[in-house]
T-cell receptor
């Protein structure tokens, strides 16, 4: 069974702080990794995708990938209350389907 | 506006009834997917289709059926054989790439409830 593991949280951070969300995966041949944000009752929306080892930055978001450790993370700088949501890590294994973690709930407090 | 539409937003099913969830996209994407999400759970793949007139079972296909007669449309039927259908159903689409790496985009979802 190919697993994607996330801490369910909730992760609580004060406004303006850095939120760090982590994800581990079991399939060593995985090549593509995605972070989605899901507000309560809504569908997931893509935040970041990352394919190569290292960091990828987009605005306040940075995705980090370490294939040797099978670890992918998402950093959110200057966290805002509007960032409060569940963050889903998804991994593209062999084939075409995404394998999702159960998500980490983030709460940004004013 | 390009995007993915799902209808209805809410759907109620009676015992023994088949119901069909609609998914349409105008993004010119080749691949389409159906996921199911239960409270506190990640998304689980039901069916996916890479091209018209072809589709494959995902991890939890039992009790569901699909068709892909048009590139834009990928309807999902929840049959009476699905004994626990209450969930949030999400349709997604992506550009098909042989080497993978497709980014999937999601529709707004359909919430199915059993009466």
């Amino acid at each position: 069974q190919k697993e994607v593991e996330q801490n369910s949280g909730p992760l609580s951070v004060p406004e303006g702080a850095i939120a760090s969300l982590n994800c581990t995966y079991s399939d060593r041949v995985s090549q593509s990794f995605f972070w989605y944000r899901q507000y309560s009752g809504k569908s997931p929306e893509l935040i970041m995708s990352i394919y190569s080892n290292g960091d990828k930055e987009d605005g306040r978001f940075t995705a980090q990938l370490n294939k040797a450790s099978q670890y992918v993370s998402l950093l959110i700088r200057d966290s805002q209350p509007s960032d409060s949501a569940t963050y889903l890590c998804a991994v593209l294994n062999s084939g075409y389907a995404l394998n999702f973690g159960k998500g980490t709930s983030l709460l940004v407090t004013p | 506006d390009g995007g993915i539409t799902q209808s209805p937003k809410y759907l109620f099913r009676k015992e023994g009834q088949n119901v069909t969830l609609s998914c349409e996209q105008n993004l010119n994407h080749d691949a389409m997917y159906w996921y199911r999400q239960d409270p506190g759970q990640g998304l689980r793949l039901i069916y996916y289709s890479q091209i018209v007139n072809d589709f494959q079972k995902g991890d939890i296909a039992e009790g569901y059926s699909v068709s892909r007669e048009k590139k834009e449309s990928f309807p999902l039927t929840v049959t009476s054989a699905q004994k626990n259908p209450t969930a949030f159903y999400l349709c997604a689409s992506s550009i098909r790439r042989l080497a993978g790496g497709q980014t999937q985009y999601f529709g707004p979802g359909t919430r199915l409830l059993v009466l």
